[in-house]
């Protein structure tokens, strides 16, 4: 089965640093999506990707992080300025488009803000 | 009004037993109700989806039961077995017929099933 594909796995940072989460979604598809996942608590949407631009985003998905697409493959998150309270997983996930609304979501990448 | 409350928190089960994990939601405009299924260090997998239409879907022996007056759903596995130890979390979103990009999933919070031999 077709995978996403996401790196690094684990990234440690410092408070206020710059990070950039990469996703490599499933070729053929045209939505794709973060998540994140604060460690014991439930996957929390962030925010939704088409056409080249934003379709949807959470309250979470404040100034600090962005998103883009800057070839025909990859998929980035950017927190600009992390902070303490950014550790979490940060899933990545894509979706065809077409009738099948099946979500395929990365391993994820295990982000840890000192 | 978004919340998907998920219960229980925990859950263990003897092999061969039935686990049921059940969730109940608020947002009537909610029309799509999957199931993921996440094992440690991996990300979540779709195991099984239903739409408001239906008030029961069996795939193989995992069933969705759906009740829509009371806006709750379930999961049952039947025969549970070892490797079907994982993280549960039922989801929902709306918006999901009319194709848009949109396809924000709320989770609930998850169960951790553990299924003894």
């Known amino acids: 089965e077709p995978e996403v594909t996401q790196t690094p796995s684990h990234q440690v940072t410092q408070m206020g640093q710059e990070v950039i989460l990469r996703c490599v979604p499933i070729?053929?598809?045209?939505?794709f999506y973060w998540y994140r996942q604060i460690l014991g608590q439930k996957v929390e949407f962030l925010v939704s990707?088409?056409?080249?631009?934003?379709?949807?985003k959470s309250e979470i998905f404040d100034d600090q992080f962005s998103v883009e697409r800057p070839d025909g493959s990859n998929f980035t998150l950017k927190i600009r300025s992390t902070k303490l309270e950014d550790s979490a997983m940060y899933f990545c996930?894509?979706?065809?488009?077409?009738?099948?609304?099946?979500?395929?979501f990365g391993s994820g990448t295990q982000l840890s803000v000192l | 009004q978004q919340q998907v409350k998920q219960s229980p928190q925990s859950l263990i089960v003897q092999k061969g037993g039935i686990s049921i994990i059940n969730c109940a939601y608020e947002?009537?405009?909610?029309?799509?109700f999957p199931w993921y299924q996440q094992f440690p260090g991996k990300g979540p997998a779709l195991l099984i989806a239903?739409?408001?239409?239906?008030s029961e879907k069996k795939e193989g022996r995992f069933t969705i039961s759906f009740n829509k007056s009371a806006k709750q759903f379930s999961l049952h596995i039947m025969d549970s077995q070892p490797g079907d130890s994982a993280t549960y979390f039922c989801?929902?979103?709306?918006?999901?017929?009319?194709?848009?990009?949109?396809?924000?999933?709320?989770f609930g919070k998850g169960t951790k099933l553990s299924v003894i031999p």
């Open positions: 239903i739409r408001p239409d239906v």
């Open positions: 996930a894509s979706r065809s488009g077409t009738e099948n609304e099946k979500l395929f």
């Open positions: 990707f088409y056409n080249n631009e934003i379709s949807e």
């Open positions: 989801a929902a979103s709306s918006n999901i017929r009319s194709g848009a990009g949109s396809y924000q999933l709320t």
């Open positions: 070729s053929n598809h045209l939505y």
């Open positions: 947002n009537t405009a909610f029309d799509y």
